[in-house]
């Protein structure tokens, strides 16, 4: 029963621990048993505190048994990108010069949910430096994506999408520059979910693009988020990036604005399928989809002006260790850091123009309605002998370009293929609708 319980949704974990069905030693004790068993496989985890994480347990059945519960969250696990400060465990962020990295303080985030109760299970992989979208890491090794072996989990976030489709934890951290938690999720089969720019601290992260840089959430289901959330969001006025962001109530009855034209966009037949079924689904069931076109807004292009502005500030974040140990950057890695070299002030001050542009185009997606849907990424998860598709992140960087929150929740995936994933973006501070959109019957969760 606990083993099973493992491969369910932080909310019915929750449920078990009020309800009395097992402790959170119990359910601790079973995580661990299941992330040594599999890890070896998967090589999702880096870095596994089971003392830690087995005391903080034993800790909340005392609260538990006081009556002094802390929340809703209180006993549950959760596990943390290893580009995410947790106190006392290493912040390599997938690199060879960060090895020894030890974290003083917890990040943020993980002090939020730390005060909510939640336990730090351990850390985990992704690809080197967050800029990539295979998590094929050179150093750490690469991770398996759970539903099939050889293939990508996605990246750079892989780690964390491949802790919870295997039931390894219930939550996981990841963050999201172009795509990095969204990717991961819609490989995986998992829900992915980013807020607005600035309404979740990356204070205790190690960046990959400042201007760009989420800290964002994979669950098994979307109504997670829910639980997760308000102490996810608590506003930092100690982070220079974050932002008093809005809290807009929920729709009820979103209008949904899709792509007229996503067999043009670069979509693989399987990916443009299963979206069309989606707006049939959602129409047949009475919600309104407006079709636009897409083909005026350059996706491409603006995923190559994210990975400008990441090349630069890569340079600023590393420039200790790529002056001292140039060696110990993998050659793509040290490819990223010498085309960064090489750009000039006008190049940078182009890719910038390219924020206003997204901004501009996200603002016409909503003149047509509330909620637009997109693939999340144009293919499903590929071999890792396979060259990695470079428009992976193309439908996905606009939402950090204009600082949307955004959701990737997994399509109903016949049996024996990889599911893909519908992603929902809204205005910014408009959160509460996508945690509330009815994908039942479209999408699995």
Same mark, same amino acid.
């Given at each position: 029963?606990?083993?099973?319980?493992?491969?369910?949704?932080?909310?019915?974990?929750?449920?078990? =621990?009020?309800?009395?069905?097992?402790?959170?030693?119990?359910?601790?004790?079973?995580?661990?048993?299941?992330?040594?068993?599999?890890?070896?496989?998967?090589?999702?985890?880096?870095?596994?505190?089971?003392?830690?994480?087995?005391?903080?347990?034993?800790?909340?059945? !005392?609260?538990?048994?006081?009556?002094?519960?802390?929340?809703?969250?209180?006993?549950?696990?959760?596990? +943390?990108?290893?580009?995410?400060?947790?106190?006392?465990?290493?912040?390599?962020?997938?690199?060879?010069?960060?090895?020894?990295?030890?974290?003083?303080?917890?990040?943020? +985030?993980?002090?939020?949910?730390?005060?909510?109760?939640?336990?730090?299970?351990?850390?985990?992989?992704?690809?080197?430096?967050?800029?990539?979208?295979?998590?094929?890491? $050179?150093?750490?090794?690469?991770?398996?994506?759970?539903?099939?072996?050889?293939?990508?989990?996605?990246?750079?976030?892989?780690?964390?999408?491949?802790?919870?489709?295997?039931?390894?934890?219930? =939550?996981?951290?990841?963050?999201?520059?172009?795509?990095?938690?969204?990717?991961?999720?819609?490989?995986?089969?998992? +829900?992915?979910?980013?807020?607005?720019?600035?309404?979740?601290?990356?204070?205790?992260?190690?960046?990959?693009?400042?201007?760009?840089?989420?800290?964002?959430?994979?669950?098994?289901?979307?109504?997670? =988020?829910?639980?997760?959330?308000?102490?996810?969001?608590?506003?930092?006025?100690?982070?220079?990036?974050?932002?008093?962001?809005?809290?807009?109530?929920?729709?009820?009855?979103?209008?949904?604005?899709?792509?007229?034209?996503?067999?043009?966009?670069?979509?693989?037949?399987?990916?443009?399928?299963?979206?069309?079924?989606?707006?049939?689904?959602?129409?047949?069931?009475?919600?309104?989809?407006?079709?636009?076109?897409?083909?005026?807004?350059?996706?491409?292009?603006?995923?190559?002006?994210?990975?400008?502005?990441?090349?630069?500030?890569?340079?600023?974040?590393?420039?200790?260790?790529?002056?001292?140990?140039?060696?110990?950057?993998?050659?793509?890695?040290?490819?990223?850091?010498?085309?960064?070299?090489?750009?000039?002030?006008?190049?940078?001050?182009?890719?910038?123009?390219?924020?206003?542009?997204?901004?501009?185009?996200? !603002?016409?997606?909503?003149?047509?309605?509330?909620?637009?849907?997109?693939?999340?990424?144009?293919?499903?998860?590929?071999?890792?002998?396979?060259?990695? $598709?470079?428009?992976?992140?193309?439908?996905?960087?606009?939402?950090?370009?204009?600082?949307?929150?955004?959701?990737?929740?997994?399509?109903?995936?016949?049996?024996?293929?990889?599911?893909?994933?519908?992603?929902?973006?809204?205005?910014?501070?408009?959160?509460?609708?996508?945690?509330?959109?009815?994908?039942?019957? +479209?999408?699995?969760?």
């Amino acid at each position: 029963m606990l083993n099973s319980l493992s491969m369910q949704d932080l909310s019915a974990q929750s449920h078990a =621990l009020s309800s009395g069905v097992c402790t959170s030693l119990e359910l601790t004790h079973t995580l661990l048993k299941r992330i040594h068993a599999r890890n070896p496989v998967l090589n999702a985890y880096l870095h596994i505190d089971d003392e830690g994480a087995l005391r903080d347990a034993a800790k909340s059945d !005392a609260r538990r048994n006081h009556g002094k519960l802390l929340g809703p969250l209180d006993g549950l696990s959760l596990a +943390v990108k290893d580009n995410i400060d947790v106190l006392g465990m290493p912040t390599t962020a997938g690199m060879a010069t960060r090895r020894a990295r030890m974290a003083t303080r917890d990040s943020f +985030v993980v002090r939020q949910l730390r005060q909510e109760g939640m336990l730090v299970i351990g850390k985990l992989n992704m690809h080197e430096a967050a800029l990539g979208a295979t998590n094929d890491n $050179p150093h750490f090794g690469r991770c398996e994506n759970p539903l099939r072996a050889g293939f990508t989990p996605g990246g750079s976030s892989g780690g964390s999408a491949s802790a919870v489709a295997a039931g390894l934890c219930a =939550l996981a951290l990841g963050t999201d520059t172009m795509g990095s938690v969204r990717i991961p999720a819609a490989y995986c089969g998992v +829900v992915g979910f980013k807020a607005s720019f600035g309404k979740v601290s990356t204070q205790g992260s190690v960046a990959c693009c400042r201007a760009l840089d989420h800290i964002g959430t994979l669950t098994r289901s979307q109504r997670d =988020l829910a639980l997760v959330m308000p102490a996810f969001s608590t506003y930092d006025s100690d982070c220079p990036d974050a932002r008093q962001v809005p809290a807009f109530e929920a729709l009820q009855h979103p209008r949904f604005v899709a792509a007229s034209d996503i067999e043009s966009l670069g979509v693989t037949i399987e990916v443009a399928c299963a979206y069309r079924k989606a707006l049939k689904d959602l129409r047949q069931r009475g919600d309104e989809v407006c079709e636009i076109s897409l083909a005026d807004y350059p996706f491409g292009r603006a995923r190559r002006a994210g990975l400008i502005l990441a090349e630069a500030d890569l340079l600023i974040e590393h420039q200790s260790d790529w002056a001292r140990h140039p060696e110990l950057f993998s050659p793509d890695l040290a490819r990223f850091m010498r085309h960064g070299e090489q750009q000039t002030g006008s190049t940078l001050a182009q890719a910038l123009q390219v924020f206003a542009l997204a901004k501009e185009e996200t !603002a016409r997606w909503f003149e047509h309605g509330d909620v637009m849907l997109l693939p999340t990424a144009p293919q499903c998860a590929f071999s890792f002998d396979t060259p990695a $598709p470079v428009n992976q992140a193309d439908l996905t960087a606009i939402a950090n370009m204009a600082g949307l929150p955004a959701m990737s929740t997994p399509f109903a995936a016949a049996r024996g293929q990889l599911p893909c994933g519908l992603q929902s973006i809204a205005p910014v501070g408009c959160e509460n609708t996508l945690l509330s959109l009815n994908l039942d019957g +479209v999408c699995t969760a």
